[in-house]
């Protein structure tokens, strides 16, 4: 192209130009920076990291270059890289997997932090392996972050327990003192992590509770979608860590100033649910 542009004696800018349209079509470079970031975290789950990959890059956008993908893959010793490999330069998807590291890591809001920190975007997704994007779903959240570009943006989600539907979690935000936002479903302006703070790794499954109130307690705006964004397979979630998820949300809520004391009849109530795991 260089050759050509200098033989024709093309000024310069054009020039620019003309290189940069052959390496954006021809190769797929993206020169620019993208609207949205998505991140996946994972470490041995190959096949749900499989299916969240596929829900990913199938997604129609008007541009593939307003998307990123990140991977942060935690040293998995399963074919987790292999499957990553895979899908490396497949021009047949119509989107491309944009980056992706495999070390270790010291738990999923460390993986987390990582792939905010390495993102380009201006608005920022998370999605854990094993879970999905509904088709569109980030066609429309672009659309809305157009609209709305100083909220963070949540939605609907789609509870599975392996191939069985659990129901529908469609969170408010007016209830986020009392119950937690999924972050699967969530956007948020990367500026805010910057400002207020990334996932705090102090935490071991609430941080991002903690992010989101923290996020809730500096004001900054939510916007509901009411949108159903993805599913969420709950067969990865261990009912032995209840007493510890139980801990950090008294412990969130102190910090932010929302902890009520429950009542010795809420007490009790706590107690028989827990005895007969109700």
Same mark, same amino acid.
């Given at each position: 192209?260089?050759?050509?542009?200098?033989?024709?004696?093309?000024?310069?800018?054009?020039? $620019?130009?003309?290189?940069?349209?052959?390496?954006?079509?021809?190769?797929?470079?993206?020169?620019?920076?993208?609207?949205?970031?998505?991140?996946? @975290?994972?470490?041995?789950?190959?096949?749900?990291? &499989?299916?969240?990959?596929?829900?990913?890059?199938?997604?129609?956008?008007? !541009?593939?270059?307003?998307?990123?993908?990140?991977?942060?893959?935690?040293?998995?010793?399963?074919?987790?890289?292999?499957? @990553?490999?895979? *899908?490396?330069?497949?021009?047949?998807?119509?989107?491309?997997?944009?980056?992706?590291?495999?070390?270790?890591?010291?738990? $999923?809001? /460390?993986?987390? /932090? #990582?792939?905010?920190?390495?993102?380009?975007?201006?608005?920022?997704?998370?999605?854990?392996?094993?879970?999905?994007?509904?088709? /569109?779903?980030? #066609?429309?959240?672009?659309?809305?972050?157009?609209?709305?570009?100083?909220?963070?943006? %949540?939605?609907?989600?789609? #509870? *599975?327990?392996?191939?069985? *539907?659990?129901?529908?979690?469609?969170? &408010?935000?007016?209830?986020?003192?009392?119950?937690?936002?999924?972050?699967?479903?969530?956007?948020?302006? #990367? !500026?805010?992590?910057?400002? %207020?703070?990334? %996932? /705090?790794? =102090?935490?071991?499954?609430?941080? !991002?509770?903690?992010?989101?109130?923290?996020?809730?307690?500096?004001?900054?705006? *939510?916007?509901?979608?009411?949108?159903?964004?993805?599913?969420?397979?709950?067969?990865?979630?261990?009912?032995?860590?209840?007493?510890?998820? !139980?801990?950090?949300?008294?412990?969130?809520?102190?910090? %932010?100033?929302?902890?009520?004391?429950?009542?010795?009849?809420?007490?009790?109530? =706590?107690?028989?649910?827990?005895?007969?795991?109700?």
């Amino acid at each position: 192209v260089v050759i050509i542009c200098f033989v024709l004696l093309i000024p310069w800018n054009s020039c $620019i130009l003309l290189i940069y349209l052959h390496l954006s079509n021809c190769f797929g470079v993206i020169l620019s920076n993208p609207i949205l970031s998505i991140i996946t @975290i994972n470490r041995n789950n190959a096949e749900g990291l &499989r299916k969240t990959i596929e829900s990913v890059l199938s997604q129609d956008v008007s !541009d593939k270059t307003q998307v990123e993908y990140i991977i942060i893959d935690g040293a998995s010793t399963d074919n987790s890289v292999e499957i @990553i490999k895979s *899908f490396e330069n497949n021009q047949s998807n119509k989107l491309q997997i944009t980056k992706w590291i495999s070390e270790l890591d010291s738990g $999923i809001y /460390n993986a987390m /932090n #990582k792939g905010i920190k390495m993102a380009t975007g201006e608005l920022i997704g998370i999605m854990n392996s094993g879970d999905t994007y509904l088709p /569109n779903a980030l #066609k429309k959240s672009i659309s809305i972050f157009k609209e709305y570009p100083k909220h963070i943006q %949540y939605g609907i989600v789609n #509870k *599975f327990m392996g191939n069985h *539907f659990e129901g529908a979690l469609c969170p &408010r935000i007016e209830y986020l003192e009392e119950s937690m936002i999924p972050h699967n479903a969530t956007f948020v302006p #990367k !500026d805010y992590y910057e400002m %207020y703070g990334y %996932y /705090n790794e =102090n935490f071991l499954v609430l941080a !991002d509770y903690d992010c989101f109130l923290r996020f809730y307690s500096n004001k900054l705006p *939510f916007f509901y979608s009411n949108n159903i964004v993805c599913n969420f397979d709950l067969s990865g979630v261990s009912s032995t860590m209840a007493s510890l998820v !139980d801990r950090e949300r008294i412990e969130i809520k102190q910090k %932010y100033g929302y902890y009520i004391p429950p009542s010795k009849k809420q007490k009790i109530k =706590n107690i028989i649910k827990k005895l007969f795991r109700i």
